[in-house]
Structures are given as C-alpha cells and as structure tokens.
C-alpha cells in the first residue's frame, strides 16, 4: 500500500520506506532518487519537479503559510549559486541536478546540516552526473530491492 501511495497519490509515507524498499522496481528514476534522500534520514516536506508543477508530499507537515507557485521562483532556486537551504517564506528550499539538466527541488523546514548537504552533493555526484551513472543507479537499486523480498 505504501508504495501504491507513492505512485499513485505520490505521498512519501515515512513510516513505510523499509516497505517501500522492497518494491523500489516499481517507482520510477525519479521517485528512486526521492527514496534515498528520504532513507538516509533528510527531513523533505516535500518534493518539486519539473521547476514546481509536479511535487510530492510526504508525512512531514509544512510549515509553509503560503501555497502559491511561480515557476520563475523554481528558476531562481536552480540559478542559485548556494543550492542548499535557500529560504522559501519560512522553510527552505534546496536543489539537486543530475546529468540532463532535471532538477529535483527538496522543501525542508529546517535547514540541512553540513553532513546533509554532504551527503547530496557526494550522491548527486556519484549517481546523477552521467548518464551511465544514472542507468547504474537505477540497476543497482533494482537489484537491491529484488534481495530483500
């Protein structure tokens, strides 16, 4: 059930994702990449794609007053020199890219610790900067999810 609300309602259920682990073969690139962000423990109320017109909620409630979207705000966040914990009213904001340009935009309301944003930037390196890499990430995740069935 937890991985049908991902797909379906695309809602991260928090208290699912070793659930969700076993059946990471049916949530796509993207959902994967959300997944372990989420599995290693960063605090996302919630996900943006596609520079704000798609987005994902997950059981940490927002503490964002204000529910507009500007998607020319999405692009000042991905232009941003500092994509990591740029403030969005009250909460942040930070911005992950991989190799064909498709940003990822994480809503947090506090703001990610330097270990965090370590944990990105190295996972953002080693999984979404090339092609192969990413193509790579997804196989390995497959296979994962396929062992502890």
């Keep these: 059930m937890a991985t049908y609300c991902v797909v379906r309602e695309e809602y991260w259920d928090l208290d699912s994702l070793d659930d969700i682990e076993k059946q990471l073969h049916l949530i796509s690139p993207i959902e994967k990449v959300m997944f372990y962000i989420l599995k290693e423990g960063i605090k996302v109320c919630n996900f943006y794609t596609g520079f704000g017109l798609g987005w994902y909620r997950?059981?940490?409630?927002?503490?964002?007053?204000t529910f507009?979207?500007?998607?020319?705000?999405f692009e000042n966040y991905a232009l941003a020199k500092n994509k990591f914990n740029q403030i969005r009213d009250n909460v942040f904001?930070?911005?992950l890219q991989d190799y064909s340009d498709e940003t990822l935009f994480l809503e947090h309301n506090e703001p990610l610790t330097q270990e965090q944003i370590s944990y990105l930037i190295d996972f953002q390196k080693e999984y979404l900067s090339t092609e192969q890499k990413f193509i790579d990430f997804l196989y390995a995740s497959v296979i994962n999810s396929r062992l502890k069935q």
């Design 68 to 73: 507009s979207f500007n998607s020319t705000e």
């Design 93 to 95: 904001i930070s911005v």
């Design 58 to 65: 997950t059981s940490i409630p927002c503490k964002r007053k």
